[in-house]
């Protein structure tokens, strides 16, 4: 499984079916919107600390962006 581009497109789908605008991702999570940008874009391959707050952000399980389970919750 190629998780670098795995992790870009769940981050997409996922503030996008709920709703949220990069922006206001950026803010919930205290990342850049322009990181935020370059990870869904697969051009930035984000640490365990940026997806440990994006996922809080958002509501989902951390696994989530890296296993090809489509369970979102907990």
Do not use: W, Y
């Not at 990181?35 to 399980?61: C, F, M, T, W, Y």
């Amino acid at each position: 499984m190629d998780t670098t581009k795995v992790v870009g497109e769940k981050v997409k789908l996922l503030h996008e079916s709920k709703q949220i605008t990069v922006q206001e991702l950026a803010g919930r999570c205290g990342l850049a919107e322009e990181q935020i940008v370059r990870i869904e874009d697969n051009q930035d391959i984000p640490s365990l600390a940026p997806l440990i707050k994006i996922a809080r952000a958002l509501g989902v399980r951390l696994g989530t962006f890296l296993d090809d389970n489509n369970k979102t919750g907990p």
